[in-house]
């Protein structure tokens, strides 16, 4: 197979899996009986999986980014949305009220910094509309609860802890931790992607600074459609729910083994 028919391929594969990604959220918000006396909780786990699907969505077609540099980013953005759902979904009222009050509290205090950081002169009109919107972004939430409940931390735990206790500390272990050295730039992550060895022999072969082009790797657009369907999975089992047909997750499984085929083939 010629690389021009490759990418073609690979461009079929991508319209397929994002379609039925997005046709799998609104299959199960359709069949979901939602009781809007707990709306908080709907909306939370509802933006979550919305969450879950844009991240995987939007790495799928973006291939140039399917590479170590860049596609961790998006991955490790994944595994931080499954433990925060999976982690939700064990006490859905309590914790989706959590989750909305630290989202607010953030709001707030990022408003407050653009008002302090404007205190001594007049805000020019494109501060003036931001502050504004945010500020009427803040008081439009209609949740009840917002009058009860003081503002406290999120879940009050670390990401492992809400881990350990949605039952996924190997997500955690394997996947949420070795992506995040990519993420906050460590050591681990740059010494590999972005230094090379120097070709003087004279330098004791010390390290330079380098951005290396890295080839398209399917493998990344798997992951995201394996967290994808981890996350559907999850949502599924909490709230006793059925989706008939195929998944997205399994469709892309098979176009891949396909795309590997053709190619060991050619
Ligand atoms: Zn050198």
């Known amino acids: 197979m010629d690389e021009g028919q490759e990418l073609k391929q690979i461009n079929q594969i991508i319209g397929v899996f994002v379609n039925k990604a997005r046709q799998e959220l609104k299959a199960r918000w359709d069949q979901w009986h939602i009781d809007l006396s707990k709306n908080e909780f709907y909306e939370v786990v509802g933006a979550l999986l919305a969450r879950q699907v844009t991240l995987a969505t939007q790495l799928a077609e973006n291939p140039l980014i399917w590479n170590g540099h860049i596609a961790p980013l998006i991955l490790r953005a994944m595994a931080d949305v499954y433990i925060s759902l999976a982690w939700i ?11 909305v009050l630290y989202g607010l509290g953030q709001e707030k205090l990022n408003l407050e910094h653009r008002k302090a950081q404007i205190e001594k002169r007049d805000p020019t009109p494109a501060e003036k509309i931001m502050i504004e919107s945010s500020e009427a972004w803040i008081n439009s939430q209609r949740f009840t609860f917002l009058t009860e409940v003081n503002l406290g931390s999120w879940s009050g735990i670390s990401t492992r802890q809400m881990a350990e206790e949605a039952g996924c500390i190997d997500f955690y272990n394997y996947v949420y931790t070795p992506f995040s050295a990519c993420s906050h730039s460590m050591w681990n992550h740059i010494a590999r992607y972005n230094l090379r060895q120097c070709l003087n022999p004279l330098h004791q072969y010390h390290r330079c600074p380098y951005d290396p ?3 398209v790797d399917p493998e990344y657009l798997y992951l995201a459609g394996k967290y994808l369907q981890k996350s559907f999975s999850t949502f599924d089992e909490s ?11 399994e469709i892309l499984c098979e ?3 396909q795309l590997n085929k053709v ?4």
Do not use: T, W, Y
Not at 89 to 99: G, H, N, T, V
Not at 239 to 249: L, R, T
Not at 263 to 266: H, N
């Open 239 to 249: 709230v006793d729910m059925k989706i008939e047909g195929q998944s997205a997750f």
């Open 263 to 266: 190619s060991d083939e050619s």
């Open 89 to 99: 979904l064990k006490e859905p009222i309590d914790r989706s009220r959590k989750f």
């Open 213 to 215: 082009e890295m080839p």
């Open 255 to 257: 176009d891949l083994n």
